[in-house]
């Protein structure tokens, strides 16, 4: 399984981004999904997790009313939407999988990680 992050880039406080995470391999639906972020000199930390339907969601506090995850099964994609950015949302972004949880709340939860997108937000 393979994870492929895409959608980061430079966006001024308040504005938006998409992110979209593409997973190559069988069952994509046998996995639970979400995303973590990682600021300089900071610990990766969990922004948003999916279950294998979408149908249910969980948030960090910080994000919550913001940002939302989604996933499409028949695309094998997931996404981030992200709205109303500020600054301390800045981070390199991580999609992640999970197999053996029915959702990805933690590191120790995650079987796959995709790699780092940037997303910078200007003041």
């Known amino acids: 399984v393979q994870l492929q992050a895409s959608g980061g880039g430079l966006v001024q406080a308040g504005g938006s981004l998409r992110l979209s995470c593409s997973v190559s391999g069988d069952a994509f639906t046998a996995y639970a999904v979400g995303w973590f972020r990682q600021a300089p000199e900071k610990e990766r930390e969990f922004v948003a997790s999916?279950?294998?339907?979408?149908?249910?969601?969980l948030y960090a506090d910080s994000v919550k009313g913001r940002f939302t995850i989604s996933r499409d099964n028949s695309k094998n994609t997931v996404y981030l939407d992200m709205n109303r950015l500020k600054p301390e949302d800045a981070a390199v972004y991580f999609c992640?999988?999970?197999?053996?949880?029915?959702?990805?709340?933690?590191?120790?939860?995650?079987?796959?990680w995709g790699q780092g997108t940037q997303v910078t937000v200007s003041s």
């Open positions: 999916a279950n294998w339907s979408g149908g249910s969601t």
């Open positions: 992640a999988a999970a197999l053996h949880s029915a959702m990805v709340i933690d590191t120790t939860d995650v079987d796959y």
